[in-house]
């Protein structure tokens, strides 16, 4: 009874492979071109497959679009989130986390930066399901800069004088910006000049440098 199904099994493996190869193709592909210029047509002949093998995988160009930003996620999390949910206090969470995301802006297989970055801005201004989805991407991402933010000052890590969300904002937009100049420059000085900026901010308010700005005013 049981042999029968080893060869389904071993096709379906087979087929979620290829699968992952195409959606990490397409991850590659999409921080060069777009999302709208990630077409069934492009990527077969991106891949070396037909248009005909590809639609057995994806429906539509919507379908492949969503299961594409569903795999760049993945990768976020394991490349950025999940090394810095690893450290023992969320300020060194925090800082993990901004370091993750400038160290995985140098990987090969993002030749365009990061995937994010690009199609929010593609996106923003077009409603519709794969808008929502990023939006939805991008709100949790500053919520975890946020939530690491507010538990440091719980543990006494960080001022309580700044708003959690002011932080991750002023935090997240030197991780942009440092994209942005890094994809159109190539030059690796932008991402250690986001790196200082950030350590200076968490270090401007860290209890310590706030009650020394105190001091000195009186």
């Not at 250690?192 to 020394?212: H, I, Q």
Request: with cysteine.
């Amino acid at each position: 009874m049981a042999s029968p199904s080893r060869p389904e099994r071993r096709t379906r493996s087979d087929g979620e492979r290829s699968r992952l190869a195409i959606l990490d193709a397409a991850v590659a592909l999409t921080t060069v071109l777009g999302l709208e210029g990630l077409s069934i047509g492009r990527l077969a002949d991106h891949v070396g497959i037909s248009k005909s093998g590809l639609y057995a995988h994806f429906g539509s160009k919507e379908e492949l679009q969503l299961a594409t930003i569903r795999t760049a996620e993945l990768t976020h999390r394991r490349d950025v989130v999940s090394p810095a949910f690893a450290q023992p206090d969320p300020l060194s969470r925090l800082r993990s986390l901004c370091e993750n995301f400038l160290d995985h802006l140098k990987d090969d297989l993002l030749p365009g930066g990061c995937f994010f970055v690009s199609v929010n801005a593609e996106f923003d201004a077009r409603p519709g399901a794969v808008r929502d989805r990023l939006a939805e991407i991008h709100t949790a991402w500053l919520l975890m800069l946020e939530e690491q933010y507010a538990a440091a000052q719980a543990a006494g890590l960080l001022s309580p004088e700044t708003p959690p969300d002011q932080a991750a904002f002023e935090l997240n937009a030197y991780l942009h910006m440092a994209n942005n100049m890094y994809v159109l420059y190539r030059d690796a000085d932008y991402l250690e000049l986001a790196r200082r900026s950030v350590a200076n901010r968490l270090g401007m308010l860290s209890p310590t440098s706030s009650r020394a700005v105190t001091e000195a005013s009186h």
